[in-house]
């Protein structure tokens, strides 16, 4: 959340930012587990048996699909343990199937077919089946459920069982990511949970107990379809506050916890731990461009010179992140279609731009969360923008308040760190496309649109990048949003933990508990 | 006789009106709260029938009176609502966690007392020695240190330095009451702590005062012992202002639990808190509003009506 937070999270991807980030597909290499990135040596065999101890970011709430915290990218490592999803996002963007076995359309992405496992259960025995998927998607699409994956269950007009293992879906428009729908709630097959009981799904992991606001405790499901988990519990602690998060973890507490805290991962290496991170966040600025002054594209253009994307990142990611070019992450699939021609630092051409648009004294009001990283962000911003003569007052406020008003569009310019660019097809369509309501800059171009339109509903590949790329670059030159840098996310651990996958190359960061082991 | 009948009604009339004026505050905050505080829970996606569902549940398709009055009805019957984020009942969820907050408050109080009793003595015994000049130094800077940094402190030294403690989490005490107590003390510390040095700065000022009355020179004359002169003369009469000090302190608990309970992952009222705020859940919000103010409420009569007793001056408005 977080970087604000993690709004919701599941529609075709989440927006979630969260200062933490969050959200937007689902994840992982619920399978492979390569080694670490970070500083220990190979893991050695896998070892059964044991407790892992994983700190959350995050209060849980209800333990079901439905709620988009659990599918949040920090939360995927519980939800993972619980429910499978049906498709999975790899590296560099690629969306794979997962519990599904092939999810095909037809020649204009408007009819999809899913092929399902056969002979997979729910951990109650009952049958995974396509009907047991028709029921799930049908439960979130209802008013009832609060799912805000219901938005994407709507772009359905219609899907049935056709047989025991395969669904057939047909669209209201084409949609060529469709199974990235898949990826998080809409994906994570589970029965309704009844009271207050969790969700039944048929993940590797089932629900032990449970510490209302302290924390979950789940034990390795004994009929899982595939390869079993390695530790026989796995217990759950909410930990909310980064810093006793990260001394929790050095103190054995926990053995495992999420970060996105740039001095933390810096310090990992020296404390011995290990990490798992990917370019899971992109930080952001927001432009109203429905008020004046920046519905003026030379005034959004001349904060554009004005920033030095690389100093944002050497003093606020410490040299561990990358600047960001565009709504095209440098991950995805489509990087090398466009948006290459992002402007260089040039505060002279700033202030000729304000000076030529009559602003001259520029001045604005930037609102921004209170953790600390955000908080010297807005501080370097300010800087840059004083040297290209423009006032910057900062306003912190606390996350909840920072959505309300970045939602209701009710800010001038707005910090915004979200895991949405995980997904280029996600990112352009709901941030950039005028009727929708992730729009937050209130943006609208007709060739931009177009070009989002045409790449969504192309199926092939390389006919879509150059869409999403032509998208890209209108995004750019029109700068309804200013692109900083690109932000390691991701998971800290113990030496003792063994099994943490390669998520480097991954824009959403998702890894199964079964996955890993602890060496006591 | 009037007004003496009245003097004695008035604590618990203000009360009542404070709590009152606390409750049509929290029950009226979605009603004041600019936008759709349906939208700002559920999102932009949400559909008509979501936001039509949500606000039903929050009473925002009915006047705030009627709604107030409704929720009044239904907690006089123990029915605060459900939480709109887990769907529990929030007398559930307050039942959960009212008496970890509770243990860690006691804990707490133990704490400063322990600490403000001996060194306010030494300090009030010796005025201007070198204890009094520590502890008073000591207690400006204490009083500065904010409650986080001095909590991430004690987890470094305590958890990750020492590894005697646990950095974070909670045992309650029904499953383990060992484990529970070892949880217990790094919060407790970093709350109680705190208020050591406030508790210490109002002890000492009372001591200096009560050591300047006239029956504490009779008492020195007569031969009187300092240890027990301290003790057993002036001790207890200057312990007043500390029951107000503990008094306030429930509610000052409740604020300063938020961070604590946070930091330290503790399952009390603070983190409930936290987290509603952040999941405008608005039925766990209006009812903790409302239970602490009654809580502040409840204690600030308790202070009130002990003060009375205790010294039958105040009741008869001569202070």
Redesign the interface.
């Known amino acids: 959340m977080k970087r604000h937070t993690h709004l919701l999270a599941a529609t075709a991807c989440a927006l979630t930012v969260a200062l933490t980030a969050g959200a937007c597909t689902a994840s992982d290499n619920a399978v492979s587990g390569g080694g670490a990135t970070g500083s220990a040596g190979p893991d050695g065999p896998a070892i059964d048996g044991g407790t892992l101890k994983v700190g959350l970011d995050r209060p849980f709430t209800k333990l079901d699909p439905a709620d988009g915290t659990l599918t949040s990218m920090p939360m995927m490592i519980l939800a993972n343990a619980l429910y499978d999803p049906l498709m999975v996002n790899g590296d560099n963007g690629v969306v794979k199937p997962y519990l599904a076995q092939a999810f095909t359309s037809d020649a204009d992405a408007t009819g999809w077919t899913l092929k399902l496992r056969e002979g997979v259960k729910f951990s109650d025995g009952k049958p995974l089946d396509a009907q047991a998927v028709v029921d799930h998607v049908k439960r979130l699409a209802k008013p009832e459920s609060t799912c805000t994956c219901a938005a994407d269950a709507a772009t359905i007009a219609t899907l049935e069982a056709n047989g025991p293992a395969t669904v057939d879906f047909t669209l209201k428009a084409p949609n060529a990511a469709f199974p990235s729908l898949f990826t998080r709630s809409l994906g994570y097959v589970s029965q309704a949970p009844t009271g207050a009981a969790p969700a039944v799904g048929s993940g590797p992991y089932t629900v032990e107990s449970v510490q209302p606001g302290v924390s979950v405790t789940v034990a390795r499901n004994p009929a899982y379809w595939g390869a079993k988990g390695h530790a026989d519990k796995i217990v759950y602690k909410v930990l909310p506050d980064s810093d006793s998060r990260y001394q929790s973890l050095r103190s054995g507490d926990a053995d495992l916890i999420w970060t996105e805290t740039p001095a933390q991962l810096k310090q990992a290496g020296g404390a011995g731990l290990r990490t798992a991170t990917g370019p899971g966040s992109t930080s952001t600025v927001l432009l109203n461009t429905k008020a004046a002054p920046f519905d003026d594209p030379r005034v959004r253009r001349a904060l554009q010179y004005a920033v030095d994307r690389e100093a944002v990142e050497k003093v606020v990611y410490l040299g561990q992140g990358q600047v960001s070019n565009g709504p095209i992450g440098s991950a995805s699939p489509y990087r090398a279609a466009g948006a290459s021609g992002y402007p260089a630092h040039d505060p002279a051409k700033a202030r000729a731009l304000l000076a030529d648009a009559g602003h001259s004294d520029l001045s604005f009001e930037y609102l921004v969360d209170n953790r600390p990283e955000s908080q010297q962000r807005a501080t370097t911003l300010q800087q840059m923008f004083a040297e290209a003569g423009v006032k910057m007052t900062i306003k912190p406020v606390d996350t909840a308040s920072l959505n309300t008003a970045m939602f209701q569009r009710k800010f001038q310019v707005l910090d915004f760190v979200t895991s949405m660019f995980g997904d280029t097809d996600t990112a352009l369509n709901s941030l950039f496309t005028a009727d929708s309501p992730y729009n937050f800059t209130g943006y609208g171009s007709p060739g931009a649109s177009r070009a989002i339109g045409a790449g969504r509903a192309e199926p092939d590949a390389a006919k879509r990048g150059t869409s999403y790329g032509k998208a890209a670059d209108a995004v750019v030159r029109d700068a309804p949003m200013l692109f900083l840098t690109e932000n390691p996310a991701g998971f800290l651990a113990t030496a003792e933990v063994g099994g943490l996958p390669d998520v480097s190359r991954r824009t959403v960061i998702s890894v199964s508990p079964a996955t890993l082991w602890v060496k006591k | 006789m009037t007004s003496r009948i009245l003097g004695a009604a008035a604590p618990p009339a203000r009360a009542a009106a404070v709590l009152l004026l606390v409750m049509l505050a929290a029950l009226t905050l979605p009603h004041l709260m600019?936008?759709s505080p349906a939208?700002?829970a559920?999102?932009?996606?949400?559909?008509p029938?979501?936001v039509t569902?949500?606000e039903a549940q929050l009473g925002l398709d009915e006047n705030v009176l009627s709604a107030t009055w409704r929720w009044l009805g239904a907690a006089l019957h123990g029915d605060l609502g459900q939480s709109l984020?887990?769907?529990?009942p929030v007398t559930t969820?307050l039942a959960?966690?009212i008496p970890v907050t509770l243990e860690l408050f006691v804990a707490a109080q133990l704490v400063a007392l322990c600490i403000a009793v001996p060194v306010a003595l030494l300090s009030a015994w010796r005025p201007g020695g070198p204890v009094d000049r520590i502890a008073t130094a000591g207690a400006f800077v204490w009083l500065a240190v904010p409650g986080?940094v001095l909590?991430?402190l004690l987890?470094?030294i305590a958890?990750?330095q020492l590894?005697v403690l646990?950095?974070?989490?909670?045992t309650?005490f029904t499953e383990d009451p060992a484990g529970n107590l070892r949880h217990l003390v790094l919060p407790a510390l970093t709350l109680g702590l705190t208020e050591a040095a406030v508790f210490t700065r109002t002890l000492r000022g009372q001591l200096l005062d009560t050591l300047d009355q006239t029956y504490i020179s009779a008492a020195r004359s007569r031969g009187m012992g300092t240890a027990r002169l301290m003790l057993r003369r002036a001790l207890r009469p200057s312990s007043l202002p500390l029951v107000t000090l503990i008094g306030i302190g429930v509610g000052t608990s409740l604020g300063g639990s938020v961070l604590v309970e946070?930091?330290?992952?503790v399952?009390g009222v603070g983190?409930?808190a936290?987290?509603s705020?952040?999941?405008?859940d608005f039925p766990v919000i209006q009812a903790v509003t409302v239970v602490s103010a009654a809580a502040v409420v409840a204690a600030t009569l308790a202070v009130d009506l002990l003060y009375r007793k205790l010294d039958p001056r105040i009741a008869h408005g001569h202070r």
């Open positions: 600019p936008g939208l700002a559920l999102g932009p996606t949400a559909t029938e979501q569902a949500y984020s887990t769907g529990t969820e959960d966690r986080f909590g991430l987890i470094w958890a990750v590894r646990p950095a974070t989490g909670w309650p946070t930091l330290f992952g399952p983190s409930l936290a987290g705020i952040n999941a405008r």
